[in-house]
């Protein structure tokens, strides 16, 4: 049996008890709630094992080296200053990699360890236990979007890159915490029964890096998708991206309106108005113009696929005497403003454009003391009185949903999309994500949530 005061098989340097050799490493990387007894109980633990006993330096060269492959010299150094649960959290994750896909050097030549540990020379294991190890070597590590959670008893989860597959239902007790709708998640999912369950091995993205890995590994199925071995490489992918989230700042995902195709950026062109009255009876005889003085105008445009989308938004300004013009994209804003400075000509005062693209606003949120400056600045304004304003700002924001093309359904509508089982339950996903972040909104804001049930009854869906 490997001595627990020896130097741990991973290369950590500490104790091989208070490493992977302690209880609570062993217990999350095989994914058995304690109290429970399951077919593959002890299967990782044995595995763990047994290598330790009989190829403790093949393993910890493999281990070092799949960590030198996805992490360069600086970013070991970062990951050395991080605190010891997300570290404990990546060597179990490095650690199931390299049992389900990883290669041990034996005799002189190179074995796949799942394969190896399965073999007439591994260890005896039980039938659950063996079905269990077969399976990680054959379930590819894989990236889902989380469209459900029920805390501490599962989730669901549909493939990010193969929108046609069937939602899947997984138990889950422990991972489930952490998890809100419209996360990703790097994981194998695994049959046990009649049900699925994770294999321990968990690679929870923020909202920010969700997109980002999901475009890393399309780019990674155009690349090698001919080949054989895709679904190793691109798992090597998915780890390496998950890696970089604790090392690096989040990347900016590229954001492109899906009708012009052009990159999104946030242009507002600021006005003072000297005739209301003019301004108002201007653009209230614009055929392509809604709105009204009180919530503002919207200049739209119907599309050759049959939607309706805007051009720009009218905004009233943050001052009385002043409007704002909001445009998504470059030429959206170098074509409105000539429209605009015609058709109100002798009602305003052009004053001056504002370019922010979507980098520049998460700075300007991330900046030191930024927070805490708007905070300390900011108006009080009644909780109801905000959550109304709020309610007005996502009826008009969603007025069309229901019936526009989404990326994250492939750019079919929702109510295109309902029309699967894999679509509906990415369409719930969805909706579950907006509520979940409003949830967390409100609860910051101290006020009474914005109710999202309009676009469920839109669709005919019930939760």
């Not at 002890?42 to 910890?60: D, P, S, T, V």
């Not at 049992?99 to 394969?115: H, K, N, W, Y």
């Not at 001056?352 to 300390?376: F, M």
Request: net charge neutral.
């Amino acid at each position: 049996m490997y001595a627990p005061n020896e130097p741990c098989l991973c290369g950590s340097g500490k104790k091989y008890k208070h490493c992977c050799g302690s209880a609570e490493a062993i217990q999350s990387l095989a994914a058995v709630p304690a109290g429970d007894v399951k077919p593959q109980a002890g299967a990782i633990e044995k595995a763990m094992e047994w290598l330790a006993n009989r190829h403790r330096k093949g393993w910890q060269v493999c281990f070092e080296r799949l960590r030198d492959e996805l992490l360069s010299p600086q970013d070991l150094e970062k990951l050395a200053q991080l605190d010891q649960e997300t570290l404990s959290g990546i060597q179990v994750n490095l650690t199931e990699w390299l049992l389900a896909e990883g290669e041990i050097q034996v005799q002189g030549s190179m074995r796949r360890i799942s394969d190896y540990l399965i073999g007439p020379s591994g260890p005896d294991w039980t039938a659950g236990q063996r079905d269990w190890l077969q399976q990680m070597g054959q379930r590819p590590l894989r990236l889902y979007n989380v469209t459900e959670v029920v805390k501490a008893q599962g989730m669901t989860l549909c493939d990010t890159l193969n929108a046609d597959s069937a939602p899947m239902v997984v138990q889950e007790r422990a991972g489930s915490l952490g998890l809100e709708p419209g996360m990703h998640l790097g994981c194998r999912v695994m049959r046990v029964g009649e049900h699925f369950e994770l294999s321990g091995g968990a690679y929870p993205f923020s909202m920010l890096h969700g997109p980002a890995v999901a475009e890393r590994l399309r780019a990674t199925d155009a690349e090698f998708g001919h080949l054989p071995g895709l679904a190793h490489e691109q798992g090597r992918v998915l780890m390496a991206t998950w890696l970089q989230q604790f090392v690096a700042p989040p990347p900016m995902p590229q954001m492109i309106d899906h009708y012009s195709g052009e990159p999104i950026v946030a242009i507002t062109d600021r006005y003072r108005v000297l005739d209301w009255d003019a301004l108002s009876g201007k653009l209230q005889s614009c055929a392509d113009v809604e709105g009204n003085r009180q919530e503002g105008w919207s200049r739209i445009i119907d599309c050759e696929d049959g939607q309706i989308r805007p051009l720009a938004h009218i905004n009233l300004g943050k001052k009385p005497d002043q409007i704002e013009i909001y445009y998504k994209t470059q030429r959206y804003a170098d074509q409105g403003r000539p429209w605009f400075n015609a058709l109100a000509a002798g009602t305003v005062t052009y004053m001056r454009r504002k370019v922010e693209t979507p980098q520049d606003l998460i700075n300007k949120r991330t900046r030191p003391g930024a927070r805490a400056s708007s905070a300390a600045n900011a108006p009080v304004m009644d909780p109801v009185a905000l959550t109304r304003a709020m309610n007005e700002v996502v009826l008009r924001t969603y007025a069309h949903w229901a019936d526009e093309p989404i990326p994250a359904l492939n750019n079919k509508t929702p109510r295109q999309a309902i029309q699967t089982a894999a679509g509906l339950e990415r369409v719930k996903g969805l909706l579950r994500s907006y509520e979940s972040g409003e949830k967390t909104q409100a609860a910051q804001q101290r006020r009474p949530e914005v109710s999202y049930d309009f676009l469920w009854e839109s669709l005919g869906l019930a939760r």
